[in-house]
C-alpha cells in the first residue's frame, strides 16, 4: 500500500507558476508509476501528466503540453508537476495517484489504485 499527499495549490494570476508535490509513504517508491488527475467543477477527472517508475518515461494531456512538466526524486518518494503560463481553465481540484506496475502510465483514473486527498489550483483571469 502507498498513501499520498499532494501539496503546493494556491490562488495564482493567469500566465503565473505554481509547482504541485505529490509524497508518497512507501519503500518501493519506484515501483509505481504516479500520475496527475485534476477535476473542475461539473466535469470529469482528466489525465494532466504521468510519470513511469525508475525509467522516468513521461506522458502529458495535449492541453498542458509545454506548459506542464512531470518529474519524480524517488530518494525523496515524490513526484512533482511544474506548472508554467497557467491559464483560467487550469482551475481545478489537482490529484495524485499511484499504481503498478511502475512501467505503464494509464490516463483512465479507474486504473488507479491509491489516491491523494487533492489540492486546490484556481487561477484568475
Known amino acids: 500500500q502507498v498513501q499520498l499527499v499532494e501539496s503546493g495549490g494556491g490562488l495564482v494570476q493567469a500566465g503565473g507558476s505554481l509547482r504541485l508535490s505529490c509524497a508518497a509513504s512507501?519503500?518501493?517508491?519506484?515501483?509505481?508509476?504516479i500520475t496527475w488527475f485534476r477535476q473542475a467543477p461539473g466535469k470529469e477527472r482528466e489525465f494532466v501528466a504521468g510519470?513511469?517508475?525508475?525509467?522516468?518515461?513521461?506522458d502529458y494531456s495535449d492541453s498542458v503540453k509545454g506548459r506542464f512538466t512531470i518529474s519524480r526524486d524517488n530518494a525523496k518518494n515524490t513526484v512533482y508537476l511544474q506548472m508554467t503560463s497557467l491559464e483560467f481553465e487550469d482551475t481545478a481540484i489537482y490529484y495524485c495517484?499511484?499504481?503498478?506496475?511502475?512501467?505503464?502510465?494509464?490516463?483512465?483514473?479507474?486504473?488507479?489504485?491509491?489516491w491523494g486527498q487533492g489540492t486546490q489550483v484556481t487561477v484568475s483571469s
Open positions: 510519470i513511469s517508475g525508475a525509467t522516468n518515461i513521461t
Open positions: 495517484a499511484a499504481r503498478t506496475p511502475a512501467w505503464v502510465i494509464y490516463r483512465s483514473h479507474g486504473r488507479y489504485d491509491y
Open positions: 512507501t519503500r518501493t517508491f519506484s515501483s509505481y508509476g
